[in-house]
């Protein structure tokens, strides 16, 4: 991997890491470069590494090629929409991060506050959400993986460290992509013929605390907040985005993640 840094006294000790690969439909370096610019408005002391396509604004570029193809269906004003969906590297985030502490993060989350660098504060060597909060319904929800009693993780934030811990956290979550179809059909969750790591980390959560389906170990204490497919980006400031919906516009002033990726386009 080459490394392509500009600036010249990075922290190693911690830095947000995000994948970025362009694909046939969607400019991911668009959407990237947008999260980037936020997060060194709100975090300007903690140093943002991109693996896959360059994002001007990056402290640290990470090439990498040969990224596992996934596909992803979803509706998006009464209409079905198909894309291909590069996200298969995250189960490797440990081996390719120049941090001793990072935070992984979906380009499409966009932060509008320092909230996210409390989880550099933290002596967890995992932390991921299990709730979230849909900003078009005011509501905060958990979903159980499949057919269990086991709550759903989410990978679109995952905060690591290299410990131990760590290390087996991504081992089993490399083994679980692997093996993908047999977790699918054990924990009874629809094939929708996405692989989903979200799924992926739910299954590891469970395996290294003992199948506690309760248990609160490695979680971030808040949830974690999102726009769904049914809202329309009208504008990204830096200190506020405008969402609408068939009914009103919001003014988000909070940490978000935006699915309907297209109209940030």
């Given at each position: 991997m080459n490394y392509t840094m500009n600036t010249k006294n990075l922290q190693h000790d911690r830095g947000f890491l995000i994948y970025n690969f362009n694909t046939d439909s969607v400019n991911y370096s668009k959407i990237t470069s947008i999260c980037i610019k936020h997060l060194k408005h709100y975090m300007p002391d903690?140093?943002?590494?991109?693996?896959?396509?360059?994002?001007?604004?990056?402290?640290?570029?990470?090439?990498?090629?040969?990224?596992?193809?996934?596909?992803?269906?979803?509706?998006?004003?009464?209409?079905?929409?198909?894309?291909?969906w590069?996200?298969?590297?995250?189960?490797?985030?440990?081996?390719?991060?120049?941090?001793?502490?990072?935070?992984?993060?979906?380009?499409?989350?966009?932060?509008?506050?320092?909230?996210?660098?409390?989880?550099?504060?933290?002596?967890?060597?995992?932390?991921?959400?299990?709730?979230v909060y849909n900003i078009k319904e005011d509501h905060i929800s958990k979903s159980y993986l499949g057919k269990t009693t086991i709550m759903k993780k989410w990978a679109t934030i995952v905060k690591f460290d290299h410990s131990k811990v760590a290390?087996?956290?991504?081992?089993?979550?490399?083994?679980?992509?692997?093996?993908?179809?047999?977790?699918?059909?054990l924990y009874g969750w629809k094939n929708d013929g996405t692989v989903w790591n979200d799924n992926a980390v739910s299954v590891v959560h469970s395996q290294i605390t003992n199948y506690d389906s309760m248990s609160k170990q490695f979680i971030i204490?808040?949830?974690?907040?999102?726009?769904?497919?049914?809202?329309?980006?009208?504008?990204?400031?830096?200190?506020?985005?405008?969402?609408?919906?068939?009914?009103s516009t919001m003014h988000i002033k909070q940490d978000v993640h935006v699915l309907n990726k297209q109209e940030l386009l």
């Open positions: 903690i140093p943002v590494a991109v693996c896959g396509d360059h994002v001007e604004g990056c402290d640290i570029h990470i090439s990498k090629q040969d990224v596992k193809h996934n596909q992803r269906t979803y509706i998006h004003k009464g209409k079905r929409q198909e894309e291909t590069l996200n298969l590297t995250r189960d490797l985030s440990l081996d390719i991060t120049p941090f001793d502490s990072t935070v992984l993060l979906d380009s499409d989350f966009f932060v509008l506050s320092n909230q996210l660098a409390l989880l550099f504060d933290s002596d967890s060597p995992i932390l991921l959400h299990d709730s290390e087996n956290f991504f081992n089993l979550w490399q083994q679980t992509l692997k093996n993908y179809e047999y977790y699918m059909k204490p808040w949830p974690q907040c999102f726009a769904n497919f049914q809202c329309d980006i009208e504008s990204v400031d830096m200190d506020c985005i405008k969402i609408k919906d068939q009914k």
